[in-house]
T-cell receptor, first 115, second 111 residues
Framework: DAGVIQSPRHEVTEMGQEVTLRCKPI?????LFWYRQTMMRGLELLIY????????DSGMPEDRFSAKMPNASFSTLKIQPSEPRDSAVYFC?????????????FGPGTRLLVL | QKEVEQNSGPLSVPEGAIASLNCTYS??????FFWYRQYSGKSPELIMS????GDKEDGRFTAQLNKASQYVSLLIRDSQPSDSATYLC???????????FGKGTMLLVSP
């Protein structure tokens, strides 16, 4: 399996622009997680889905952030409008409820810089 | 508010020594505990999980759990320079809930 795939790997944009991050989970996994990592706050859970349904979005910082999972193999995280404080590494992770350790497998991340 | 605390480090050890990484958590109902390793510029990867009190060994790694003290640790024996990374402690509550991560401890192993 190719693992969790994220795109783009790097994104530089200007304040006010829309940013869309993409994620393809591991095939067969029924949970998908979006995280944000910064030096100050560490790794924070933004939202997670189970069987394509959003379960908990309490970590989404503001209404500027939205996430969708239209099918089992694709999810997006959108920031509109973007702000410099959104600069961070955004990780997508997936897991299976039925795997032995319920391990979360992380994608390579998207490094976002908002100028 | 569930909290997971780790010393940010860096923890510096010479090659061949034992590295000891510690983690405390606030949610007494937590059931599952994980150690992730994250190399600079890379994503976290799971290296150990532990569910019951005591020790769990896997190669050079030993995870230790004390639920009464709400304390988890990771020991790395015969530390190698390739072990230099940030180690993230993660805790899950009962059932299939989400993970809460600590901010990580940076480990530096010098040759």
């Amino acid at each position: 399996d190719a693992g969790v795939i994220q795109s783009p790997r790097h994104e530089v944009t200007e304040m006010g622009q829309e940013v869309t991050l993409r994620c393809k989970p591991i095939s067969g996994h029924d949970y998908l997680f979006w995280y944000r990592q910064t030096m100050m706050r560490g790794l924070e859970l933004l939202i997670y889905f189970n069987n394509n349904v959003p379960i908990d979005d309490s970590g989404m910082p503001e209404d500027r952030f939205s996430a969708k999972m239209p099918n089992a193999s694709f999810s997006t995280l959108k920031i509109q409008p973007s702000e410099p404080r959104d600069s961070a590494v955004y990780f997508c992770a997936s897991s299976s409820r039925w795997s032995r350790q319920e391990t979360q497998y992380f994608g390579p991340g998207t490094r976002l810089l908002v100028l | 508010q569930k909290e997971v605390e780790q010393n940010s480090g860096p923890l510096s050890v010479p090659e061949g020594a034992i590295a000891s990484l510690n983690c405390t958590y606030s949610d007494r109902g937590s059931q599952s505990f994980f150690w992730y390793r994250q190399y600079s510029g890379k994503s976290p990867e799971l290296i150990m999980s532990i569910y019951s009190n005591g020790d769990k060994e896997d190669g050079r790694f030993t995870a230790q759990l004390n639920k009464a003290s709400q304390y988890v640790s990771l020991l790395i024996r015969d530390s190698q320079p390739s072990d230099s990374a940030t180690y993230l402690c993660a805790v899950r509550g009962s059932g299939y809930s989400t993970l809460t991560f600590g901010k990580g401890t940076m480990l530096l192993v010098s040759p």
